[in-house]
């Protein structure tokens, strides 16, 4: 599924940057209950790039059958960019032993 995503969004002109019309504006919000897109997301290098997430409740929690309306479901909202300014500050003091060619 998630390559499918990738490939998908890969075929909108708005979201290639390699594009005469690229808008480096445009927003995309990806909704998914895959822990995988956390990782996989940040391949995507646009600037204004986020994942909805529902919280996801494990033991006790998760075997209550109680009311499943939206109003009691908490999500999550992650900006893309900020889990790469973060990724950047934590490993940027190691940046010379992990050099990329």
């Not at 290639?16 to 995988?36: F, I, M, Q, S």
């Not at 992650?78 to 010379?96: G, V, W």
Request: charged share 30%; net charge negative.
């Amino acid at each position: 599924m998630k390559h499918r995503v990738k490939v998908n969004t890969r075929s909108w002109n708005a979201f290639d940057h390699r594009e005469p019309d690229y808008n480096p504006n445009v927003r995309h919000c990806l909704y998914g209950p895959d822990a995988d897109l956390i990782m996989l997301s940040p391949l995507s290098h646009d600037p204004h790039f986020c994942l909805l997430r529902e919280q996801v409740k494990f033991g006790p929690a998760a075997k209550r059958k109680g009311n499943v309306s939206l109003e009691n479901l908490d999500f999550y909202l992650l900006h893309l960019s900020l889990m790469r300014e973060y990724l950047d500050l934590e490993f940027r003091d190691i940046e010379d032993v992990l050099a990329f060619d």
